[in-house]
């Protein structure tokens, strides 16, 4: 049974920093494009940050040089380091794995495993 569980969300004040985990299990880690993604109240759910099997990374351009996607296949996890954060980075984070292993596509509705997702508020 696939299992995603993020962690390291909390409330922090524009300028801070956060990092987010993501812990999965049941199936093969490594093998799959992992993302995160984030959800603010009204709005869709869009695509941050994302790291294909190969290591190679994308970031959507509102969080390039200041979040860093990360992953370690040792312990199966996946990380998105965030700083210089923003108030309109504010909404619910969440880790994903795609529905096949190259694949990692920008619409969320075409990722196959979620986690529950973990909050992240950030205060001016």
């Known amino acids: 049974q696939v299992q995603l569980v993020e962690s390291g969300g909390g409330s922090v004040q524009a300028g801070g920093s956060l990092r987010l985990s993501c812990a999965a299990s049941?199936?093969?880690?490594?093998?799959?494009?992992m993302g995160w993604f984030r959800q603010a109240p009204g709005k869709e759910r869009e695509r941050v940050a994302r790291?294909?099997?190969?290591?190679?990374?994308m970031y959507a351009d509102s969080v390039k040089g200041r979040f860093t996607i990360s992953k370690d296949n040792a312990k199966n996890t996946l990380y998105l380091q965030m700083n210089t954060l923003k108030p309109e980075d504010t909404g619910m984070y969440y880790c994903?794995?795609?529905?096949?292993?190259?694949?990692?596509?920008?619409?969320?509705?075409?990722?196959?495993?979620w986690g529950q997702g973990t909050q992240v508020t950030v205060s001016s």
């Open positions: 994903a794995t795609s529905s096949s292993g190259v694949s990692c596509p920008l619409d969320p509705s075409l990722w196959r495993y």
């Open positions: 049941g199936y093969t880690f490594r093998s799959y494009c």
């Open positions: 790291i294909a099997p190969d290591g190679s990374i």
